[in-house]
């Protein structure tokens, strides 16, 4: 009588943590976190039967397999302050920097994109026009 054989099942959907292009992503190799913040995901290729991620600030592929997705791409275009301005995410182009990152609140995060020199009066133009968008939202809860 023949030992029966339990071969593994093979999977056909995509791996749960799989990053796609606009993520926000860590790259964990040996244990370390490489990046000090989360970066965009820029482009993905397969090379040689192995997935690699290319991300903002860097042409340099990481394996798809050492990235950890932070925040998915679907969360950021659905945040309430890009439906206000009518702003549309995107990822970063070669001009264009992360500036500044952080958190306002349990719930938000905020990042600030520039592109060009960023001096005292471009900033003063930048807080007047967040005075202006909390003046909106100010009328909204009324």
Known sequence: MANPVNFPKLRSEPEQNAANIGDLVQWTSGGVDQFEMPKRVRR????????WAFVEGTETAVPMSELTVVTPAS?????PMMALS???ASPLV????????????RDTNYRL????????????????LLQAQKAVLDDDTD
């Open 44 to 51: 993905v290729e397969t090379r040689e039967g192995q997935e």
């Open 75 to 79: 969360a950021a275009a659905a945040s």
């Open 86 to 88: 009518g702003a549309v």
């Open 94 to 105: 070669d001009e264009e920097r992360e500036w500044l990152r952080g958190s306002l609140s």
């Open 113 to 128: 994109i520039v592109s060009g020199n960023l001096g005292p009066k471009e900033l003063g133009k930048l807080i007047k």
